[in-house]
């Protein structure tokens, strides 16, 4: 599982570079609709009026990370009413500080993500102390 497990890490470190530069392909999905959106529903092309843009550009899970010394902590929202926000900053001492959230009112527990998310944890590192050295 190592082998797998380091192959779709340095797939995610392509893509977060090019978030990082803004290129992420979704931000400039959005911007385009944005700007056809201004000339009337009529001057929207098809790609954004077909169902299936709808379910690309919704985000039940929405993360952002920060890697600051100057931070320690902080918040980030869900972008959908059924939704989570996970926010996580890289600490200066190694540690990573990780913030669920959800509307008080949707349906999800946060509680219960964060048990998930630290099993999963556990897994991966369990996959990567029992490689060979």
């Not at 010394?69 to 980030?76: E, L, R, Y």
């Not at 059924?82 to 946060?110: K, L, M």
């Given at each position: 599982?190592?082998?797998?497990?380091?192959?779709?890490?340095?797939?995610?470190?392509?893509?977060v570079?090019?978030?990082?530069?803004?290129?992420?392909?979704?931000?400039h999905?959005?911007?385009?609709r944005?700007?056809?959106?201004?000339?009337?529903?009529?001057?929207?092309?098809?790609l954004?009026?077909?169902?299936?843009w709808?379910?690309?550009?919704?985000?039940?899970?929405?993360?952002?990370?920060?890697?600051?010394d100057?931070?320690t902590?902080f918040?980030?929202?869900?972008?959908?009413?059924?939704?989570?926000?996970?926010?996580?900053?890289?600490a200066?001492d190694?540690?990573?500080?990780?913030?669920?959230?959800?509307?008080?009112?949707g349906?999800?527990?946060?509680?219960?993500?964060?048990?998930?998310?630290?099993?999963?944890?556990?897994?991966?590192?369990?996959?990567?102390?029992?490689a060979?050295?």
């Amino acid at each position: 599982l190592l082998p797998l497990l380091a192959r779709a890490a340095r797939a995610h470190a392509v893509t977060v570079g090019w978030c990082q530069a803004g290129c992420g392909h979704e931000r400039h999905l959005q911007a385009l609709r944005h700007l056809a959106a201004e000339g009337g529903p009529a001057h929207l092309p098809g790609l954004f009026t077909d169902p299936a843009w709808a379910l690309h550009a919704r985000s039940v899970l929405s993360t952002s990370c920060l890697r600051s010394d100057a931070v320690t902590g902080f918040g980030f929202g869900p972008v959908v009413p059924d939704g989570y926000g996970v926010g996580y900053v890289y600490a200066a001492d190694g540690t990573v500080v990780v913030n669920v959230t959800s509307f008080a009112e949707g349906p999800r527990d946060c509680e219960r993500y964060l048990e998930g998310f630290l099993d999963a944890l556990g897994i991966i590192g369990r996959v990567v102390d029992a490689a060979p050295q």
